[in-house]
Nanobody
């Protein structure tokens, strides 16, 4: 069963850092790559990063490369998104999502099957 639990979003000042967490079920961990995307009011969904839970291979959108880091912890089935040097334009709802199955061989292609409830990140002074 696909399950997510996102956390970590809050109000942070510009230039600050934040770490988002996405805890997934064992089934989800074993079956899917996991991605983070965000959506701000009135804007289109933006894919940020994706990771293979199997080997840790990570992918980033150009807009966050160098500022955001995705990682994983197999023991807790958790995917993290470390966000540094935050800007006001990073304000959005952040979601973790499944991003393709290992069985298909096609994953981390900015397409999502399932996603969680999201967590709000607000960057403001």
């Amino acid at each position: 069963q696909v399950q997510f639990a996102e956390s970590g979003g809050r109000l942070v000042q510009p230039g600050g850092s934040l770490r988002l967490l996405c805890e997934v079920s064992e089934f989800t961990w074993a079956t899917y790559a996991i991605a983070w995307f965000r959506q701000a009011p009135g804007k289109e969904r933006e894919g940020l990063s994706c990771i293979s839970t199997r080997d840790g291979a990570a992918y980033y959108a150009d807009s966050v490369k160098g500022r955001f880091t995705i990682s994983r912890d197999g023991a807790s089935h958790t995917v993290f998104l470390q966000m540094n040097s935050l800007k006001s334009e990073d304000t959005a709802f952040y979601y973790c999502a499944t991003a393709g199955t290992y069985d298909s061989g096609v994953y981390c292609r900015d397409e999502y099957e399932y996603w969680g409830q999201g967590t709000q990140v607000t960057v403001s002074s």
